[in-house]
């Protein structure tokens, strides 16, 4: 595919950047203007449910969210029916967790670099059924090593579950040989793909993932409240709904129903059916600028980036500074000063947005031995004079 990638083409896109110098797609990468198009179509033309009306207006929204889904399928490498759309990242994990048949004793691997929202669902797990949780300790890198996970995988073992990027160091995992692993010891393997998709390249066939929990509103720029739970070939066939109602299942008499094939079964009620347009013109976008192209862009800013914060005085760089460990999420420290008091000084002394606190990661901050974090996430929106004004006004803070 043709690389399309222009930085200033997608800066005039996201008309926020003319007054914000935004290092925060961590958390949330504003959508660009044919995203918002996307939506505002849907609210001012078809403002329809999905699946529900036989007139000519109604079909057209059930094609175009069928549509949406077929392109982000074909974003990750997967099939359509593996494609389950979620409100976030969090309910993709729960559906895995609350859905599998677990007993008393099994286990899960989960790894000390996890987000909470692929650590709290396991801990439930633990105090309602039983299960058992092993956490696999990352070194101060934020690096697995892939030897500790088939180490830690017991007969008890039943489910693999790891970021693929840390949110807090950004570090880069080697997922794909984690899921080889669990597939040799007949174990389910879920990756945590928020912080990824949108940033690297990723494939569900190569990574041979069971299951993948997807972010739309992170590096992808798609709405809020739009996520994919992934689930490869039957995996989807072992869970049971999170939720179920009308959509995901189909009343036959006064006491009795019949569930819906997947991924429909999983999406019981009203979709956030703008939300879900908006994230298949999200992806169409990246698609055109290469995601090769992004990774690439990410890549030089953030070389450039620890370049430049290096020649700071008072200043502690944590997480791998090799940039093809890193996809573009910096945590760094001012000495002496806390996290959201220097956040509130870049914005104050020159409308820089950075992410501050314990980035709801509280284990992976433990790693490297504190409490919070400020933390300079990159995209390819993003500038070396971004960077530059960045650099100049840390040590005034």
């Known amino acids: 595919m043709r690389v399309l990638l222009s930085v200033q083409q997608v800066r005039r896109d996201i008309p926020l950047l003319d007054e914000l110098v935004y290092f925060d797609s961590a958390s949330v ?3 660009v203007r044919p995203v918002v198009d996307t939506m505002s179509e849907y609210y001012t033309r078809f403002p329809f ?3 529900v009306g036989v007139f000519k207006d109604s079909i057209q929204v059930t094609k175009k969210l069928e549509d949406a889904r077929n392109r982000v399928a074909k974003f990750i490498d997967a099939r359509p029916t593996e494609v389950v759309f979620t409100k976030n990242t969090t309910e993709a994990i729960n559906i895995v967790a609350r859905g599998l048949d677990w007993k008393k004793n099994d286990e899960v691997i989960i790894t000390s670099i996890e987000h909470q929202s692929n650590y709290i669902p396991w801990l439930q797990l633990a105090r309602d059924r039983g299960v058992r949780v092993k956490v696999a300790k990352a070194d101060t890198s934020g690096i697995i090593d892939v030897g500790e996970i088939e180490r830690s995988i017991k007969k008890e ?7 693929h990027v840390s949110n807090v160091l950004g570090t880069i995992e080697n997922v794909s040989e984690i899921c080889k692993i669990a597939r040799e010891h007949d174990v389910i393997c879920m990756v945590d793909a928020a912080q990824s998709v949108g940033r690297l390249e990723f494939s569900v066939r190569e990574i041979q993932c069971d299951f993948a929990a ?3 509103r992170k590096s992808i720029g798609g709405p809020q409240g739009t996520g994919v739970l992934f689930g490869r070939d039957g995996s989807l066939e072992l869970l049971r709904p999170l939720e179920t109602g009308s959509r995901a299942a189909d009343l036959l008499s006064d006491h009795d129903f019949r569930t819906k094939p997947s991924p429909l079964k999983f999406e019981a009620g009203v979709l956030n059916t703008a939300g ?6 999200a992806v169409d976008y990246l698609q055109k600028l290469g995601i090769g192209a992004i990774r690439n862009r990410i890549r030089k800013l953030t070389e450039y980036a620890i370049d430049q914060l290096r020649e700071l005085n008072d200043l502690e760089i944590y997480g ?3 940039s093809n460990l890193q996809a573009g999420i910096i945590s760094i420290n001012v000495k002496h000063k806390g996290p959201g008091y220097v956040a509130k000084r870049l914005d104050s002394l020159g409308r820089i947005a950075v992410g501050s606190g314990n980035h709801g990661s509280l284990a992976a901050l433990e790693t490297i031995g504190v409490h919070g974090t400020v933390r300079l996430s990159f995209h390819c929106y993003n500038t070396e004079k971004e960077i530059d004004k960045l650099a100049k006004l840390l040590p005034r803070t």
């Open 29 to 31: 990468s504003p959508p």
């Open 49 to 51: 449910n999905y699946g």
């Open 157 to 163: 073992t039943k489910l693999v579950s790891i970021a």
């Open 214 to 216: 997807i972010c739309g």
């Open 276 to 281: 879900f347009l908006g994230l298949g013109k």
């Open 320 to 322: 791998p500074l090799e």
